[in-house]
Nanobody, 116 residues
């Protein structure tokens, strides 16, 4: 069983940066693929960045070149570095973990607001 706790959200001005962290419990963190999703009011939750257990990353076009996902298996933590933030990045950001065998988990989310 994997439990996920996000942190690092907040209010930032357009063009600013934030780094989100997701701390995972469990001894098999390194075998899980990890990702970040977001959901803004009136919209469905969407995955925006993923990193496999082997470290291969993928990004949604809307955040390519601005966001970077990384993981530290020694700390059971996955990060999302967000640069050049835009108002349309405002959302609740969720950590996601899955192992490809039907076991998947979402965190509780951390709120990001981009506004002047």
């Amino acid at each position: 069983q994997v439990q996920l706790v996000e942190s690092g959200g907040g209010l930032v001005q357009p063009g600013g940066s934030l780094r989100l962290s997701c701390a995972a419990s469990g001894r098999s963190f390194s075998t899980y693929h990890m990702g970040w999703g977001r959901q803004s009011p009136g919209n469905q939750r969407e995955l925006v960045a993923t990193i496999t257990a082997d470290g291969v990353t993928t990004y949604r076009d809307s955040i390519k070149g601005r966001f970077t996902v990384s993981r530290d298996n020694a700390k059971n933590t996955v990060y999302l570095q967000m640069n050049s933030l835009k108002p349309e990045d405002t959302a609740v950001y969720y950590c996601y973990a899955w192992n490809g065998l039907g076991d998947a988990h979402w965190g509780q989310g951390t709120e990001v607001t981009v506004s002047s």
